[in-house]
């Protein structure tokens, strides 16, 4: 004889579940965000950098400054400013090197960090669509804590 599971115990086991796995999921959300919030500080203190050290070297005015540190992060390059100084050209090399490779590594992070936020909020509704009608329900439980 086949034991079956008692369909009360079964929910109990499936909510039980769910509550581990939205703690989990929250807790590595929030170290996460702290992630992000660290790595915009970086970004905004690379740009702060650029902006600085290109108007004390240049001697031009801070938003010519700023723009032109955040067209060479972004590789944009217009080339409607550009570096007459030894001492600069060779600050761009280092800036650019250093800086562009840590602008995309953070902007991924931050796309990763907002994707993953939307797919847990999805999986969170599904699985409440999924364990509301029981054994019998038509609405298949894809959420990726089921093996």
């Given at each position: 004889m086949k034991n079956k599971a008692n369909p009360i115990t079964k929910q109990h086991e499936l909510a039980q579940q769910a509550l581990q796995l939205e703690a989990y999921s929250s807790r590595a959300m929030g170290e996460q965000k702290a992630k992000v919030i660290y790595i915009?500080?970086?970004?905004i203190g690379i740009l702060s950098a650029g902006t600085v050290a290109v108007h004390f070297l240049e001697g031009w005015d801070w938003i010519d400054s700023a723009y032109f540190a955040?067209?060479?992060l972004t590789t944009v390059g217009y080339g409607?400013?550009?570096p007459t100084h030894q001492a600069t050209r060779v600050f761009v090399i280092v800036y650019a090197l250093g800086g562009v490779a840590t602008l995309l590594y953070g902007l991924t992070t931050i796309a990763?960090?907002?994707v993953e936020r939307r797919e847990a909020k999805f999986?969170?509704?599904?699985s409440k669509m999924s364990n509301l009608g029981g054994p019998r329900n038509p609405i298949p439980d894809i959420s990726p804590r089921r093996k």
């Open positions: 915009a500080v970086i970004i955040t067209m060479t409607d400013f550009v990763k960090y907002y999986y969170h509704q599904w």
